[in-house]
């Protein structure tokens, strides 16, 4: 009994401690956001980039509908300053939710970089 509980144990183990294959970044052509790192760290970065909104809730759109509404404006406002700044990709895209009186702010944050 204990044996087969050894066994058990020893095989779950090595299920969840499995290791998955790397993720393939597109073509150079091609603009990429991930909210991770580059695994292979074969990149050069180019700018930090930052934008922020406020956040409010207009008359008949839930708080999640704002929300995502504005997180999709604040990507694409840094998408844009990056491949002004001449990156193909930004690594580590983060948002943050700052509450203030009455209201919030809602700040993006990444790293252009060209790979």
Known sequence: MM???A????AFFAVNCA???QANLP???EFFVTTGDLATKDYQPVALLE????LCTPCGMTLESAYTSLEESLKKDLIDKAKAAGANGIIELH???VPM???SSIQAAGLAVRY
């Open 101 to 103: 009186s009455g209201l």
């Open 95 to 97: 948002f943050q939710v």
């Open 27 to 29: 073509p150079k052509t």
């Open 3 to 5: 044996r087969i509980l």
């Open 19 to 21: 290791s998955f294959g």
């Open 7 to 10: 066994l058990l144990s020893l």
């Open 51 to 54: 934008s922020r909104r406020i």
